[in-house]
């Protein structure tokens, strides 16, 4: 047991290491970060005080800049996952960690995280520049569950993306897919006519109506049960991930 804790906690230690030391991904969460707060505080500084619909649920608002910072969100599960199959190290991480399935937990765990922190840094500091700016009721019904989807919708995107790169096995691929879908492809799915009522289910529609504060009309479910279908998705692509990772030929 003491063997296996220490090779797992060196395996997490390494991807540790090639997280700190690989510009492309150390950058992702700042950008993550600055998109996400700096989008929040320009949009409320610039038109909160003018535009009030956002104070029928003051989560518009809030989030506002997590529409555009989850795209670097995205990417940051990718590149945790898809950065050694671009560069064609995945094999010399298999040879220093053959448990496989212990080289992609400690990828989840880096990605957990990393993810956790991001989004406790990036959901307190929308909420305290908007409470900045606009104002912020922070006795608000909702207001604390909205807070804790934000948090929880950074570790969740990480996984989802790291698990779906697995799958993929394709760092062009799944940055090439998986990004537009995030940014635009569910805003798109969610527009159509017929194909409205399965986008909601998509897990990042799911996580994002799971901070709002307000029922929104043609979603058919609740607010926590947006953040638990997320968790589903999550899981599923987690699972999905691990299966293709045990079935992986380096070339």
């Known amino acids: 047991m003491g063997a296996t804790m220490s090779a797992t906690a060196d395996a997490v230690r390494a991807e540790r290491v090639k997280f700190t030391t690989l510009p492309s991904q150390w950058a992702a969460p700042l950008v993550a970060l600055a998109l996400t707060v700096g989008v929040t505080a320009a949009v409320n500084a610039a038109y909160g005080a003018k535009d009030h619909t956002a104070g029928e649920d003051p989560a518009g608002g809030i989030f506002y800049g997590l529409l555009f910072g989850h795209v670097a969100v995205a990417c940051l599960g990718i590149l945790l996952m898809g950065q050694e199959f671009n560069t064609r ?7 220093a960690v053959p448990r ?9 765990t880096l990605g957990t995280g990393l993810g956790l922190l ?3 840094a990036s959901t307190a500091g929308s909420f305290l520049v908007v409470g900045a700016t606009v104002g912020l009721d922070l006795s608000t019904p909702g207001l604390t569950r909205s807070f804790l989807a934000g948090v929880l919708y950074h570790p969740m995107m990480v996984l989802i993306c790291l698990g779906l790169t697995s799958m993929l096995g394709n760092f062009s691929a799944a940055l090439g897919l998986l990004t ?11 527009a159509i006519p017929g194909v409205r009522e ?3 289910f998509l897990p990042d529609r799911a996580g994002l ?8 009309p043609g979603v058919h479910y609740g607010h926590w049960t947006g ?12 699972y999905g991930g691990l299966r293709a990772m ?6």
């Open 89 to 95: 190290m995945i094999g010399t991480s298999l040879t």
């Open 198 to 200: 399965l986008g909601q």
């Open 209 to 216: 109506y799971a901070m709002r504060t307000q029922p929104e």
């Open 227 to 238: 953040l638990l279908i997320m968790a589903l998705w999550t899981a599923l692509a987690v």
């Open 100 to 108: 496989r399935g212990r080289l992609y937990g400690a990828k989840l």
């Open 180 to 190: 537009p879908m995030v940014f635009l492809g569910t805003t798109w799915l969610a």
């Open 246 to 251: 045990r079935r992986y030929k380096p070339s």
């Open 118 to 120: 991001l989004g406790l």
